[in-house]
């Protein structure tokens, strides 16, 4: 198309020129455009290769393309209802919005959802509601080998890197996290200045790539590790072993968007193409995970360290608290990535089809942390699909002790849910590296969002746990959540998943869980 616009500019130029030598009005050439374009479109679709159906269907073949490019938007705003909307519905986009803007988020005449649906989830109320605490409670976050213990919200801002995000969007989060005492994770492409400059605390994650704090060869380091890790802003280190929408392969970042300050902010060659591995080179084996974990608590200083996953194989993750309990270390935290959680590019079969959900990946740390006796001492988060105080008190029910968010997060800077983030044309500024289209992003106004939509978030959390005659996250249990498992009947969580006692995989493993205890090796990672 590029080529025949080309022609037909310089054909109508010449025409014009033609004309105005003869002293004839250009006006009757300048009608005769539209036939000349049609004809020429026709022409050049006949002879093109690329396309059949402009072959077979030249110049109204046209349509389809323009229809199929506006398909997303036609199907978002006109055809869409309001509750059935991927990744997140229009409801909770308009929550997370509302709750941003600081204006209500409440709704006229009832729910619109079927709530006898197969599959359909409800919190239990109680007969007595409790009042709401005035102060949001906070998990301390550090086990015995921790020195300098973290007390987190209960919602932070989840794994977002600079390169992923502009820079704009990370100072918004980081500012809106500075202003609500809450944490920003900084997902694995480093630890830039936009991270640091605002003053929130931070979660600084290490993937396989050691991006921040790396060698030459790729390796980590640990001077420059040790280094940054120290900085005050610093407050927790993780360690990522896979993300939910695209767990056992790495990522790419094209080397025409590895400019000078990406390029030091993550330690790479300016302008080269950058490639996560898809494993990690400082462990090989579940027993030298745990100790590299030590030593990352270690080196920083003793700040909580924990590690991040896609849950996938129980008997790996057995072999992992086997190795804990050998070692006589663990971890601080755990952070549980579903399948549903969000990223800015993966293959659609990893994002469809690999990884367990979030709801079944608690449950398996939950357990296999009770289980072995560790999880008084090991703090776990779920991250996957959270934007609402719903999702946040129902994954504190399943076992985790506070959640992260990130699509949310992005919600509350303007993200739109174009689904455009691979693409470096984001349109409201949050998923690109164009600075023409950084720049509409108000990083002033966006902070005070963040910061409104986690403050009502967590409020809306905790009127529902009163609601439930809950005053405090751990006090939810697994009966508290019910889900319809047909028309006519519906079960509670402690019903539907089988709950483990404390040391029970140390005494007695049940039979559901015996074959898995039994093969999980410390020394090797027994798919």
């Not at 349509?63 to 036609?74: K, S, T």
């Not at 599959?119 to 605490?133: K, N, R, W």
């Not at 194989?313 to 070692?327: D, I, T, Y």
């Not at 719903?390 to 076992?399: A, E, I, W, Y």
Request: aromatic residues 8%.
């Amino acid at each position: 198309m590029t080529r025949v616009g080309i022609v037909l500019l310089t054909l109508v130029a010449a025409l014009g020129a033609l004309a105005a030598a003869l002293g004839i009005s250009p006006y009757w050439w300048f009608a005769a455009v539209p036939l000349m374009f049609t004809g020429v479109l026709g022409a050049w679709d006949l002879v093109q290769r690329r396309h059949s159906v402009l072959r077979n269907y030249p110049v109204l073949g046209h349509a389809r393309y323009l229809l199929e490019r506006v398909r997303p938007e036609l199907q978002q705003y006109f055809i869409e209802r309001n509750y059935d909307g991927r990744p997140f519905d229009r409801d909770v986009r308009n929550i997370v919005y509302e709750r941003a803007k600081g204006t209500d988020a409440e709704e006229p005449y009832g729910t619109e959802r079927d709530v006898y649906q197969p599959g359909y989830e409800f919190l239990v109320s109680s007969m007595a509601p409790c009042p709401v605490p005035k102060d949001p409670p906070r998990v301390r976050i550090g086990g015995p080998d921790c020195s300098r213990p973290y007390d987190m919200a209960l919602l932070n801002v989840s794994a977002m890197s600079f390169g992923s995000l502009s820079a704009n969007a990370v100072l918004a989060l980081n500012g809106g996290a500075a202003a609500g005492g809450f944490a920003q994770d900084t997902g694995e492409g480093g630890l830039s200045e936009y991270h640091l400059r605002p003053g929130g605390d931070l979660v600084w994650e290490v993937g396989t790539g050691y991006f921040g704090c790396r060698t030459e060869e790729g390796d980590f380091d640990a001077a420059e590790f040790a280094d940054k890790a120290a900085h005050d802003h610093v407050r927790c280190v993780s360690l990522k072993l896979s993300q939910g929408a695209k767990p056992g392969i790495g990522g790419v970042l094209p080397g025409a968007k590895v400019n000078a300050e990406i390029a030091r902010v993550r330690d790479v060659p300016e302008g080269r193409t950058v490639v996560s591995p898809p494993y990690h080179r400082v462990f090989s084996t579940p027993r030298e995970l745990v100790r590299f974990i030590a030593r990352m608590r270690e080196l920083s200083g003793g700040k909580p360290a924990g590690f991040k996953l896609c849950v996938g194989s129980r008997r790996q993750f057995l072999a992992v608290c086997k190795a804990m309990l050998e070692e006589g270390t663990a971890p601080d935290f755990i952070v549980v990535d579903g399948a549903e959680g969000g990223t800015g590019a993966a293959p659609l079969e990893f994002a469809d089809h690999v990884g367990t959900p979030l709801t079944e990946g608690l449950h398996t740390v939950h357990n296999a942390l009770v289980g072995v006796g560790l999880r008084d001492r090991i703090k776990i988060e779920a991250s996957g699909k959270i934007a609402t105080g719903t999702d946040l008190v129902k994954r504190m029910v399943q076992g985790a002790d506070y959640g992260n968010a990130a699509r949310a997060m992005m919600f509350a800077v303007g993200c739109i849910q174009a689904q455009r983030c691979h693409t470096n044309t984001c349109p409201t500024g949050v998923t690109t590296q164009d600075p023409r289209r950084a720049r509409a992003l108000d990083v002033g106004d966006k902070t005070a969002r963040v910061q409104r939509f986690q403050e009502a978030t967590v409020a809306s959390a905790l009127q529902i746990m009163a609601s439930m005659g809950v005053t405090d996250p751990a006090q939810l249990r697994p009966h508290m959540l019910r889900r319809r498992v047909d028309p006519f009947t519906e079960r509670s969580f402690e019903e539907l998943y089988e709950w483990l006692a404390p040391g029970q995989l140390l005494a007695e493993p049940p039979a559901s869980w015996a074959a898995d205890w039994q093969a999980a090796d410390p020394d090797r990672f027994t798919v």
